[in-house]
């Protein structure tokens, strides 16, 4: 018991591992993150509904989105931007890993009469022919990638931007970084059952990584016939890192807001919201 208490509680090596399509495609916990993605009032796996209909009408408005315009909504969840941007006239694809959530998104295009593409995949494997004139990826989700899946996600927007093209992405900023805290917590039934129908005790150790500006949740769950580890990293950005980062990928930043609705820029918040254009 107790090396396997060490054994918790170890610090991995920054982004040693990837666990992000465990998941969303655990058949439990796939339900599990629907459900918090489809709370209109908890901003957990998605933000406020409220506040995703004000950040899809602005980029709706700000990119002039509508027929003949292509848009691709990487890491699309239950479609709730890809409905909303589709409900423009544009052309709209999402790409997601999570069978539960497509099968949703799918339902309640049909529901409205929307046609939209869905494609089931882990986005760093997607290729098409098509282009689009604007790419999104919401959500933070280019934080929970490492450098090298960040780099290759980079050269996948590259490659299939239309050359006016624009990428919308949101980030973690430093001021995030510095209100996060390196904590070791365990609870019976942890988060009130979200890992398992059955009885089970989470362990929850949260690390920092100062030289990387990382921080990484670790999730142990050990059920009686079963135990997993679920690692969620979060890198976190300044604007300058970020710029650096984009720009020996081929992009750079062309304007910068504190979300994804517009807000204008402030060094105190801690998400920060980018539009990039091919160098």
Sequence with gaps: MFEELIDINKRPACFSIYTAEELWTEPYT????????LNKELPMASRKHTFIDQ???WIAEHFNLGSGKKVADF???PGLYALRLARTGANV????FSANSLAYARETAKQEGVEIEYQQMNYLNFSSKDRYDLIVMIMCDYCVLSPSQRALLLSIFKKHLSPQGRVMLDVN???????REEVSTYERRQLNGFWSPDDYFGFVNTFKYDDKKVVLDKYTIIEEHRARVVYNWFQHFDLASLSSEVESNGFVIEETY?????GAY???SNEMAVVLRLM
Excluded at 30 to 37: E, G, P
Excluded at 173 to 179: D, G, I, L, R, S
Excluded at 258 to 262: M, N, P, Q, R
Aim: aromatic share 6%; with cysteine; hydrophobic share 25%.
């Design 258 to 262: 504190s979300d994804v609705a517009g």
């Design 30 to 37: 796939a339900k599990q993150m629907l459900r918090y993605h």
């Design 266 to 268: 402030r060094s105190d």
């Design 173 to 179: 900023t430093m001021n995030a970084y510095k209100e």
């Design 55 to 57: 950040s899809a009408n």
């Design 75 to 77: 890491g699309c969840g």
């Design 93 to 96: 694809t999402g790409v997601d």
